[in-house]
T-cell receptor, first 113, second 115 residues
Framework: DTAVSQTPKYLVTQMGNDKSIKCEQN?????MYWYKQDSKKFLKIMFSYNNKELIINETVPNRFSPKSPDKAHLNLHINSLELGDSAVYFC????????????FGPGTRLTVT | EDQVTQSPEALRLQEGESSSLNCSYTVSGLRGLFWYRQDPGKGPEFLFTLYSAGEEKEKERLKATLTKKESFLHITAPKPEDSATYLC????????????????FGQGTILTVHP
């Protein structure tokens, strides 16, 4: 029944490693997003895909690469992890790029040591 | 650049003590203002969307209002289960290109309601 799900919920890794976070939505939405929430709780958008097409690409390091194999899935791959990448990453979806309400997943807490 | 500022940063209330949270915003052209609730360890949960000044929306003990510069989230007779972080976000209707549809969030107000 989960609308937007993410795996894993927690991710602890060392600097320099490569890791991926997966997101799936079963709402039938066309648009999906990745957000980063830092230690001060600010939520900032990173990427958005609409029907597998990248439509929002904020200023994030090239080490972050989103991939959308189909409109129900949006994954985030991070290369060469750095200490500053530690944060909670949220996936979200909306009906389409014109639709206002975004629905969020439970988040993935990434800790880089 | 769009900006959202929420105040206060933290608010402690006694059960039944009504109050308001403020969200001030700067945006080129407001497409929508959103309120979300976030519980610890969870993702934000959608509450309201407001589209134009003068609009009001209600849900249980919560009422959201909108002016041209700010939005208020009024909490009437709060209960301990209303304790959460409340987030405000705006969507810029004049943003184009790769910023289309982007939400800009405030830092949130941490609400604690004591029994």
């Amino acid at each position: 029944d989960t609308a937007v799900s993410q795996t894993p919920k927690y991710l602890v890794t060392q600097m320099g490693n490569d890791k991926s976070i997966k997101c799936e939505q079963n709402l039938g939405h066309d648009t999906m997003y990745w957000y980063k929430q830092d230690s001060k709780k600010f939520l900032k958008i990173m990427f958005s895909y609409n029907n597998k097409e990248l439509i929002i690409n904020e200023t994030v390091p090239n080490r972050f690469s989103p991939k959308s194999p189909d409109k129900a899935h949006l994954n985030l791959h991070i290369n060469s992890l750095e200490l500053g990448d530690s944060a909670v990453y949220f996936c979200a979806s909306s009906q389409d790029r014109e639709w206002y309400e975004q629905y969020f997943g439970p988040g993935t807490r990434l800790t880089v040591t | 650049e769009d900006q959202v500022t929420q105040s206060p940063e933290a608010l402690r209330l006694q059960e039944g003590e009504s109050s308001s949270l403020n969200c001030s915003y700067t945006v080129s052209g407001l497409r929508g203002l959103f309120w979300y609730r976030q519980d610890p360890g969870k993702g934000p949960e959608f509450l309201f969307t407001l589209y134009s000044a003068g609009e009001e929306k209600e849900k249980e003990r919560l009422k959201a209002t909108l002016t041209k510069k700010e939005s208020f989230l009024h909490i009437t007779a709060p209960k301990p289960e209303d304790s959460a972080t409340y987030l405000c976000a705006v969507q810029d209707g004049q943003a184009g290109g790769t910023s289309y549809g982007k939400l800009t969030f405030g830092q949130g107000t941490i609400l604690t309601v004591h029994p």
